[in-house]
């Protein structure tokens, strides 16, 4: 049973069980959900296995980082795929995650994973990332303006 108070003393299924629905919107304001799970241990094996794997599936800046914040990497990128619908000409290169000292990490898109973003208008895409114990995770929520651009 959950420790957080409820609108209702007792939740369940239908119309009595109070609180406030969040239905999904209906306006296109967001292009796609993205989301994808890492095991640390393995990409890292594998990565140990096949060193050119490295160099195909991170960018420059993201090698050295270390083996749960590489993973994390890779699987925000497999979200970005899914978040815009899995371009044919995804490419891993196209797509890294940056991070600013004391700033949220953000992604910057390029080549042919950038044209796929821009043909579906997305404004912005909504990163978050976690790792705990051999598992590293990402979502990536990609938004249109809400504001038409002819506007």
Same mark, same amino acid.
């Given at each position: 049973?959950?420790?957080?108070? =409820?609108? =209702? ?143």
């Amino acid at each position: 049973m959950s420790t957080f108070p =409820t609108a =209702t003393p007792t939740p369940g299924p239908d119309e009595t069980f109070g609180g406030r629905a969040f239905a999904p919107q209906e306006d296109g304001t967001i292009v796609g959900v993205g989301v994808d799970v890492v095991d640390i241990p393995r990409l890292d094996a594998m990565i140990s296995r096949t060193p050119a794997l490295l160099d195909r599936l991170l960018t420059p800046g993201e090698r050295e980082l270390s083996p749960a914040s590489r993973a994390a990497r890779v699987a925000a990128k497999e979200a970005v795929g899914k978040a815009l619908g899995a371009p044919g000409d995804f490419s891993w290169q196209d797509v890294t995650v940056e991070r600013a000292a004391g700033r949220r990490p953000h992604l910057r898109l390029r080549g042919a994973t950038l044209a796929a973003a821009e043909r579906q208008d997305v404004e912005h895409l909504h990163l978050s990332l976690s790792h705990d114990g051999a598992i590293a995770t990402a979502i990536v929520v990609a938004e249109r303006s809400s504001v038409p651009r002819s506007l």
